[in-house]
């Protein structure tokens, strides 16, 4: 295939750059502790500093896989396929949601809602940057919210945030993995005070899987 055809194929989203895609437990957030297939694609450009997968930043550096592949592989190993990245919401997402639930499968998005929602979700989880923020549509679709915390001032942005989303999205405080120590004790209390908010622990760097 030529470099113009995939280019093609990526903007209708039958490919996408696929960065790596593996069967873990989805250790975040309201369906932490699940089995999940987790498929990872390329390209961001929101710029969080402490982001813990600066390499899927460059989508050139991932190349274009077809979509109908991706899920194929995803439905032989998982009903629920998680898409995340990078932010998917970067690329083309209805043939990609469409396959999976052609096929029996449920749809999760991790997204900072930073550009337009395409595809269709059974759980969308927002967690939005200062950097770039969400769109109106992505507020509305929001199931979880889920705001990390790397300072103090996190938690005004977190109320912020919490006034723009639907009565019925889930609200969570994740600490920035590398600050945590400091920052728990801050948000424990904080919870307690505010107990509309949970607190989401990445549980599986404490499990050392993927
Ligand atoms: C790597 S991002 C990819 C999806 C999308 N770009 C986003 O930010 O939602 C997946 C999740 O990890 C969170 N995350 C990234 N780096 C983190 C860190 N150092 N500590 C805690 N959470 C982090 C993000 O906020 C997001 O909820
Ligand atoms: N196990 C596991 N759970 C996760 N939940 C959200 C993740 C992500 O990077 O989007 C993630 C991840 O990278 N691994
Ligand atoms: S939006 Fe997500 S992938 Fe992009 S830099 Fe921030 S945490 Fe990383
Ligand atoms: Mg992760």
């Known amino acids: ?44 450009d929101v710029g969080c500093h402490w982001c813990d997968v600066k390499e899927s930043w460059d989508a050139e550096k991932h190349p274009p896989s077809l979509t109908s592949s991706i899920v194929k592989k995803a439905l032989d190993n998982s009903k629920t396929v998680v898409v995340t990245g990078g932010e998917p919401l970067m690329w083309n997402m209805n043939p990609i949601t469409e396959a999976i639930k052609q096929g029996g499968g449920n749809t999760h998005i991790e997204t900072s809602g930073a550009y337009e929602v ?66 728990i004790p801050l948000m424990v209390d904080y919870v307690m005070q505010n107990p509309k908010w949970k607190i989401s622990l990445q549980t599986h760097k404490y499990l050392n899987i993927p």
Not at 26 to 37: M, P, S, T, V
Not at 163 to 179: K, M, N, R, T
């Open 1 to 44: 295939m030529t470099k113009k055809e995939q280019e093609k194929l990526v903007s209708t989203g039958e490919m996408l750059p696929l960065m790596e895609e593996f069967y873990t437990i989805q250790g975040e957030g309201f369906y932490k502790g699940i089995a999940a297939y987790f498929i990872r694609i390329g390209g961001c």
């Open 118 to 183: 395409t595809g269709v979700w059974d759980w969308f989880c927002l967690s939005p940057k200062k950097n770039k923020l969400p769109t109106l549509e992505a507020y509305k679709r929001a199931n979880e919210l889920k705001v990390i915390v790397y300072n103090k001032h996190d938690f005004k942005f977190a109320e912020e945030q919490a006034a723009q989303v639907g009565e019925d999205c889930i609200l969570y405080l994740q600490p920035e993995w590398s600050v945590r120590d400091k920052m």
